[in-house]
């Protein structure tokens, strides 16, 4: 061969690797860039102070990114070591957990609660480790959701006594239902079958091998170093207060409930314990594969709770979820080998929206748009009312059902649909038509009639607006959000 002509043939080989190269350089650069500028603008538009992001793929931290204020007061910028609560997420803690018990031989998903707690109630002690995870236990709730604090404005151990005398909610393994009982159960059975308080165990066998240095427990009244506090939008105007537009403190204490909140962390420190999981250190992959997997009810339909994790999709592409206070996020695709963790100071910023939209970057069928946002039992519908109009939402439904008499959505499935068009997507119209659904199916809720009446405000509908508002009244007259609203529609 020509020496020349050897030498220019090396040359344009190296010139074409370079430009390789580069151009997986620009690609992940123009990904990492595209993410960032899509998370900065739904800070901007849903006023969230500050915010983390972290994003892992093939059991490697992919971005890691921190944006705007985590003390808005003091003007402290957040960054990679600034702390956030997680709130609920805190319950995938338990869960991983309860997982490592089992695999100590120490217990039995399925076993009785009664095996590992003394002196329950009767109607308590049958129930199984199993449901309590899975929220399915039918448990009466010890919690006012309504008035805030314990039952019966009682503190803890008074509360917890008082709740033992009530009826059980419903019969076990028939419904879903999200309750802070079941996961101080769970957080005793592990503090006795350890020996040590849950806090410690947590350290121990969690936070310290996954190298989570600076992740904790501690609430509003702790001082935690590097801590961003917790902020919401006003829910009045008065003095300097200008509803759903201005700042104020969110006050956070858990300290009896650490099994079900109270974890601060970092979005890296959570990125590398999930790198953890999945790489064997912290649970083996039958236990992680069980922990995942998502309960049923005695139907045989899924229940949306894995053990410790919400379980958000069934059927590919699968994912899982840690939720904390609808302000901070984890979601994990196991099919995908990906997970996304966002982190924010805000209250109500409703992150579980961000995360799916961050992995479609990666993967487009995990877009909200795309349906990957939604439950399985969405998606046979979805499918049809997009080749046929959002208009005969309520015509398929029925089709469907006269073949399969047991299928039937539940409320929050619905309600999460509808919100996800009109909010994320901004599809008005199409989700005006599944809040028409959400209330043929389910006439008497009145959060139904409260997302018409919203659906239809969307839309400048404003006569149908005031009617389901008025609806929304007769069936809940407590409900504030529709008298603030059909005040302002009726002036």
């Known amino acids: 061969m020509n020496p020349d002509f050897k030498k220019i043939t090396i040359l344009f080989s190296f010139c074409i690797l370079t430009f390789l190269l580069s151009a997986v350089h620009a690609s992940g650069q123009s990904k990492t860039d595209s993410i960032s500028n899509f998370i900065q603008s739904e800070m901007t538009r849903r006023?969230?102070?500050?915010?983390?992001?972290?994003?892992?793929?093939?059991?490697?931290?992919?971005?890691?990114?921190?944006?705007?204020?985590?003390?808005?007061?003091?003007?402290?910028?957040?960054?990679?070591?600034?702390?956030?609560?997680?709130?609920?997420?805190?319950?995938?803690?338990?869960?991983?957990?309860?997982?490592?018990?089992?695999?100590?031989?120490?217990?039995?998903?399925?076993d009785p609660i009664s095996h590992y707690l003394d002196s329950l109630p009767d109607k308590w002690q049958s129930l199984t480790v199993y449901q309590l995870l899975t929220h399915v236990s039918g448990l009466p709730d010890f919690i006012d959701h309504k008035k805030g604090g314990f039952v019966g404005g009682l503190k803890y151990p008074e509360a917890l006594a008082a709740?033992?005398?009530?009826?059980?909610?419903?019969?076990?393994?028939?419904?879903?239902?999200?309750?802070?009982?079941?996961?101080?159960?769970?957080?005793q059975m592990i503090e006795k079958l350890n020996g040590k308080p849950f806090e410690q165990i947590i350290k121990e066998q969690q936070f310290d091998p996954a190298g989570m240095t600076k992740s904790g427990f501690g609430d509003s009244r702790d001082v935690v170093m590097d801590k961003a506090p917790t902020y919401r939008l006003s829910r009045v105007t008065e003095r300097n207060f200008v509803k759903n537009n201005t700042w104020e403190r969110s006050w956070e204490e858990f300290p009896e409930l650490r099994a079900t909140a109270g974890i601060n962390s970092t979005a890296k420190e959570l990125a590398n314990w999930i790198i953890m999981l999945q790489n064997k250190t912290l649970l083996q992959p039958a236990s992680l594969q069980t922990m995942w997997q998502a309960g049923k009810l005695n139907s045989g339909a899924y229940a949306g709770w894995a053990a410790g994790w919400v379980a958000r999709r069934n059927t590919a592409p699968r994912a899982v979820a840690g939720i904390g206070g609808s302000r901070s996020w984890f979601y994990v695709y196991p099919d995908h080998q990906l997970a996304?963790?966002?982190?924010?100071?805000?209250?109500?910023?409703?992150?579980?929206?961000?995360?799916?939209?961050?992995?479609?970057?990666?993967?487009?069928?995990?877009?909200?748009?795309?349906?990957?946002?939604?439950?399985?039992?969405?998606?046979?519908l979805r499918h049809l009312l997009e080749k046929q109009g959002y208009t005969k939402a309520i015509q398929l439904m029925e089709k469907i059902r006269k073949k399969d008499s047991k299928f039937q959505f539940q409320e929050r499935e619905l309600e999460n649909w509808a919100y996800n068009l009109l909010l994320l997507q901004h599809k008005k119209t199409e989700a005006l038509e599944i809040f028409k659904l959400y209330v043929h199916l389910y006439p008497e809720s009145p959060d139904a009639s409260f997302g018409l009446a919203e659906g239809y405000d969307a839309v400048d509908d404003t006569r149908n607006a005031i009617a389901y508002y008025k609806r929304t009244l007769d069936l809940n007259p407590q409900h504030e959000q529709a008298k603030k609203r059909l005040g302002q529609l009726s002036k």
């Open 163 to 187: 709740i033992r005398n009530y009826p059980m909610e419903f019969e076990p393994g028939t419904q879903l239902s999200y309750n802070q009982t079941n996961y101080v159960l769970l957080g």
């Open 47 to 110: 006023k969230i102070p500050g915010l983390q992001i972290a994003v892992v793929r093939n059991g490697q931290l992919e971005l890691l990114r921190s944006f705007g204020l985590a003390n808005i007061e003091n003007r402290v910028n957040v960054n990679d070591s600034t702390l956030f609560s997680i709130n609920s997420a805190t319950k995938a803690f338990t869960g991983v957990a309860i997982m490592q018990l089992v695999e100590k031989g120490k217990m039995v998903l399925n």
């Open 340 to 380: 996304v963790v966002i982190l924010t100071n805000l209250a109500t910023s409703q992150p579980e929206d961000l995360a799916p939209e961050v992995a479609g970057f990666y993967y487009p069928e995990l877009k909200s748009a795309n349906g990957g946002n939604l439950p399985e039992a969405v998606l046979p």
